[in-house]
């Protein structure tokens, strides 16, 4: 359904294996070990695609109302989300 591949290796990731971005800003690939992350483009869309549902939801509110829901929702499952988008080669910043 999703998938996505290793930067480095070109191979498979499964759901499982990406499930430790959920809690770390980086993972190492188990076929190359070299260490990956979620592609910075992906938070952006994130964030821009809840935002938009949220206004949509929560058209009837007040704008500040909206603000808030949606910042709270990104925080809370953006993470969840970006585990379905590309990754990219992480740097030795992201693995602290």
Do not use: W
Request: net charge positive; hydrophobic share 50%.
């Amino acid at each position: 359904m999703f998938e996505v591949v290793c930067p480095h290796c070109s191979n498979k990731l499964s759901l499982r294996q990406r499930k430790g971005l959920l809690t770390r800003i980086a993972i190492f690939c188990q076929y190359c070990a070299k260490p990956i992350r979620v592609k910075k483009v992906s938070d952006y869309l994130n964030t821009i695609a809840i935002g938009v549902v949220c206004g949509i939801i929560f058209s009837t509110f007040s704008t500040t109302v909206v603000i808030i829901i949606a910042i709270f929702v990104v925080f809370i499952f953006q993470r969840f989300l970006n585990i379905f988008y590309g990754l990219e080669a992480a740097n030795n910043d992201d693995l602290l």
